[in-house]
């Protein structure tokens, strides 16, 4: 077979482990979902739909060992979120078969430079940089539908140096997966291999270098990771 001639080598696949398998899961696009918990001070009402916005699949690493501390923050902080791993694509999903396109569930960590993001949402302008950089998107291993089924309840929670900082609950969602799906599927087409993280519950703030975080989702999935140094 001919190979494709580059100029240059192609950066390797982008995967994370399954959960009590040896196969991985190949990494495609990473969808977020802003505000899917209350906050305090919101407004109580339901949108028409969720904010979306996207990190790379470079920014994916396996929740393990170190947290990259990036540079150009002083505001460096957590969120931990349910993240769904689709096996099926499509566009225009229902919410009645939005399920049937999920290949599993993990947890994760959506890294944020939230002076960054402060700064250039007041002033109208787009955040992207304060969601993507090195290690900005923490994963654990994909545990299949087949073993952890389609969880709708169960707690969403993070502490860091022993002290509980986030917690919420899977049913507290203001839009539940089958919706995300569903509503992201009309934007557009869904592949395997996206991932879809679904927002935070409120209790966000700032880790500082040898912070240990410990977080999870009940029935999915556990991660506890080291903050680095600062660059």
């Known amino acids: 077979m001919t190979q494709t001639p ?19 899961f190949p990494v495609g696009r990473v969808f977020c979902v802003g505000r899917n918990y209350p906050w305090p001070g919101a407004s109580g009402e339901k949108p028409e ?7 790379p699949a470079s920014a994916v690493v396996e929740a393990v060992g170190e947290v990259i501390f990036p540079p150009m923050t002083d505001e460096f902080c957590h969120e931990i979120e349910f993240v769904v791993a689709i096996g099926k694509g499509g566009a225009d999903i229902t919410k009645d078969h939005a399920l049937e396109h999920v290949w599993g569930y993990a947890a994760g960590l959506d890294l944020t430079r939230r002076d960054i993001q402060l700064r250039v949402k007041s002033a109208g302008m787009a955040w992207e940089m304060a ?3 090195e290690g900005a998107a923490p994963i654990t291993a994909v545990v299949p539908v087949a073993q952890a089924g389609h969880p709708e309840q169960g707690s969403v929670w993070l502490s860091v140096n022993g002290e509980e900082r986030q917690r919420s609950s899977l049913q507290e969602q203001i839009f539940t997966v089958s919706e995300v799906i569903s509503l992201l599927s009309r934007l557009v087409p869904l592949r395997p291999g996206d991932l879809i993280m679904t927002g935070t519950p409120h209790g966000v703030s700032a880790l500082n270098p040898g ?17 680095g140094s600062r660059p």
């Open 6 to 24: 580059y100029v240059f080598a192609p950066q390797p696949q982008v995967d994370l482990p399954v959960a009590g398998s040896d196969k991985r």
């Open 49 to 55: 739909a969720p904010v979306f916005f996207m990190k």
């Open 131 to 133: 969601k993507v950089f």
């Open 211 to 227: 912070d240990v975080i410990n977080a999870g989702i009940d029935g999915v999935a556990e991660l506890e990771m080291r903050v």
